[in-house]
């Protein structure tokens, strides 16, 4: 709905209304202040009613996730962990995949039409995302556990992940319009911001894309129909689509108590403008077997100084007075140290990875990026760096009686012979973190880990480890 036409109500005006507070209730629950204090929470909905319900009752929330890809990326943990802040506190909470949705396509936030899904690939992917998901809910659960925040969550309760095509796939086009389309307006579905934009593009929009905020206020109905669902958590873009299920909910329900919520979390970005969850262009997945536990933990350490902050507050179980304590201190007296973001990374690494993640994460970034290999074994490396195809086996003749230059060329990290010469005349090829001085030097005894690993680098972030067989 555009901003101009929203009106302006009191929290204690018809549930039908819903204004969007940005600013604190007198009286709020525990949970939101915290959730705001971490940068959770930009809008909410009857908030002072809200607040009165969290703390005088357990609510069910749900968080939609679209089905567009089959892995959890870190993108997505920014409201899963809005959600399980909820979860942690005894709250009852459905994650929901747009298995019907999905086929459909949310036009929020975007100019141009989706291309149409695909059926087959959008059933997998709804599979392999409830896995996802029971995955991050049980590690993240543990995570907890270990940072001493369950004593309101039973460890052993399963988070139960729902498919909208449950119930959509049985609705006929004649019980649609006859269920929901006699209690919606057009004028109102053209207000939302979403269509507003798109129809104001050249492209315009698909009835298919125009219907979709009905589809998904149906899916708050049902969820509150069925299983009690109070509370709906989405992205500032998704505002229009909690407005429609909200409202239909207080039209199929007048006489209901169960009005409804929205909170609405920012769209996550960085500094520059990026959005959140991409390394390169590429996204950052949450499963191990798309994205090692190495590269995700070198895609928060790699955080700039203006982000750690608001990503330690949103990613991290750490208390905010610890954050603080970590921001005031050592990281501010030795920023080049960057305390911050290793703190960053090592609590996002072990809440998605687990211990054994977080060591391996560990153990490749002081292969690959610290000068001095106290404490590294050969053994440890390969572990650490096992399917990586920075890894390489090398005969071991060969890896010792080879010029450094032709092992660089040979085995990819540079492509040619003379790439190497020329690198290694600018002093960018290195070995062992130290520059190569001559591109016919061979692998000295102080090169190597453990007598069977070497290490190779070109420029700041290129990397080849080989290893003796």
């Excluded at 009852?92 to 459909?104: H, M, N, Q, S």
């Excluded at 990026?369 to 490396?381: A, H, K």
Aim: glycine share 8%; hydrophobic share 35%; net charge positive.
């Amino acid at each position: 709905m555009l901003r101009s036409q929203i009106r302006r109500i009191k929290c204690r005006s018809a549930p039908t209304n819903h204004k969007r507070n940005t600013q604190s209730a007198a009286k709020s629950s525990c949970i939101l202040e915290e959730l705001r204090h971490r940068g959770f929470v930009q809008e909410v909905t009857r908030e002072d009613a809200l607040s009165t319900a969290l703390q005088n009752d357990k609510q069910t929330l749900y968080l939609g996730i679209d089905p567009s890809a089959g892995s959890l990326h870190a993108g997505h943990l920014f409201p899963l962990l809005c959600l399980f802040h909820f979860h942690l506190r005894g709250h009852r909470v459905i994650p929901l995949i747009g298995g019907a949705t999905g086929l459909v396509g949310d036009p929020s936030g975007r100019v141009t039409e989706r291309e149409q899904a695909d059926v087959g690939r959008v059933e997998r992917n709804v599979s392999l995302l409830e896995q996802s998901v029971q995955t991050f809910f049980k590690s993240a659960t543990k995570y907890a556990k270990q940072r001493g925040l369950d004593q309101h969550c039973s460890p052993s309760e399963d988070i139960k992940v729902l498919s909208n095509l449950e119930w959509h796939k049985d609705m006929g086009l004649l019980q649609f319009l006859r269920t929901v389309g006699t209690h919606v307006r057009v004028n109102t579905m053209l207000s939302r911001e979403s269509v507003q934009t798109r129809m104001a593009s050249q492209q315009g929009i698909s009835y298919a894309e125009f219907t979709y905020q009905l589809l998904q206020g149906y899916d708050f109905y049902q969820l509150n129909k069925e299983h009690g669902c109070t509370i709906q958590i989405g992205g500032s873009d998704q505002w229009g689509n909690i407005i429609s299920g909200l409202e239909l909910i207080n039209r199929l329900n007048p006489s209901s108590e169960k009005k409804g919520y929205g909170i609405i979390t920012p769209l996550l970005t960085t500094t520059s403008g990026e959005k959140f969850g991409k390394s390169a262009g590429n996204a950052v997945w949450l499963s191990g077997e798309l994205t090692s536990a190495f590269d995700f933990y070198q895609f928060f350490l790699r955080v700039p100084d203006a982000d750690v902050g608001k990503y330690l507050r949103m990613f991290t179980l750490m208390p905010l007075s610890d954050i603080e304590q970590v921001l005031t201190g050592d990281h501010k007296r030795y920023p080049e140290q960057r305390i911050a973001q290793r703190a960053l990374a090592d609590e996002v690494t072990l809440m998605i990875h687990g211990e054994a993640g977080l060591e391996a994460a560990r153990t490749a970034t002081k292969c690959l990026f610290d000068s001095n290999y106290e404490g590294l074994t050969g053994s440890s490396i390969i572990e650490a760096l096992s399917g990586d195809p920075r890894l390489v086996k090398v005969p071991k003749d060969v890896l010792f009686g080879t010029p450094v230059g032709k092992l660089a060329a040979t085995y990819g990290l540079v492509s040619s012979n003379s790439a190497a010469r020329a690198l290694v005349q600018a002093k960018g090829l290195y070995i062992s973190n130290q520059p190569v001085e001559d591109h016919m030097t061979t692998v000295r005894p102080e090169d190597v880990i453990d007598e069977r690993v070497v290490v190779l680098r070109a420029g700041k972030g290129k990397h080849l480890v080989l290893v003796a067989v």
